[in-house]
């Protein structure tokens, strides 16, 4: 059994917070000894299983001298200590910086994304996403010395019995994304296809999430006419993500910058068909398994998705290929290899 610190200095609930809870219930439910460091009204802490403690933190800002003092002590107690996000990173490194080399061992760095350098200059371990994001690492980050590639993965236990969250159609064939209004997700290139498809084709848009650029998508659906096609369901409760994605015909994801989404493993378990863009982290996700097209191409989107609702053949075939690839997703070996990776840089 290890004594396992994850800490997070985020307020919201999105990918790198759904990464935590997974991590920290999967190994509390193995035995080991798990404390989760965080913010005041971190909304994560809903999500942790009973076995789990939960600690407040400080997180005042990159300079406060608290945050690294307990740092110091938790590498010092802890036989791991696991960041996520640039304030724990930063905070972390400041304490690293002046402990002995077995000591800063015990210091793992989680990226989950592109983030910039600046609050990563203490971290020398870094678990990684994707492939992608850990050759982003090794060419922006070049004091890091040793990463790992530990994918993302999600407790699909729910998703075989999930029932859709907004009743389906007969005639209407709906397109769906869930994911925070931000201008990566590409909401406005599918609103844009989906503006195209809707003149010609029975179409519905169903999305779900909450985000800076909430509005903007509004009014980008007025402006093109298809506001009275496209449902905005605002905040999806984590417990109903499942049933989000049972309520569509396919999931689409032109995403222009993922470290590893989460949301398309999601959409994959409940074996639907996928259309996206091939960003790197989406196309490590899913193989060959989805419909990809060049990133921003939003004809060449459209045009995918046309081709998806009138191809009943191809959307058995790519249900299919979804369903078989999600299970290499699963919360459990995402666990696991994070295991692996402890021992090496521990032991090895």
Partial sequence: MKKILQAIDAGGWGGAEKVVVMISNELAGMGHDVEVWVRRGSLLVEHLSSEVK????????????????????????????????????????????????????????????????????????????SKAVEDYVKKAMPWVKRTWVVYNGI????????????????????????????????????????????????????????????????????DLGVEDKVNFLGAVPPEKAFSFWKSLDVACVPSYAEGFPLTLIEAMSCGLPVVGYAEPGIVEAMGNEGLLLPVGDVGALAAALERVIADESLRRQLSSLSLKRSGLFSAKSMAENLLKAYELALYV
């Fill in 155 to 222: 407790d699909m236990s729910g998703a075989p019995l999930a029932e859709p969250l907004i009743p389906k159609k007969r005639d209407v064939f709906r397109i769906g994304l869930l994911a925070s209004f931000k201008a990566e997700k590409g909401h406005r290139d599918l609103i844009k296809a989906f503006g195209g498809l809707s003149r010609r084709l029975p179409v519905e848009l169903l999305l779900g999430g909450e985000g800076p650029l909430l509005f903007e998508a509004k009014k980008l659906a007025s």
């Fill in 54 to 129: 939960v600690r407040v933190m400080p997180f005042i800002n990159d300079y406060e001298p608290f945050t690294p003092l307990l740092f110091a002590r938790a590498l010092k107690t802890f036989d791991v200590v696991h960041v996520h996000l640039g304030r724990a990173a930063l905070l972390s490194g400041y304490a690293a910086k002046f402990l002995p080399e077995e000591l800063r061992r015990k210091l793992f760095c989680h990226m989950h994304l592109y983030h910039k350098p600046k609050h990563y200059k203490g971290q020398g371990q870094i678990i990684c996403v």
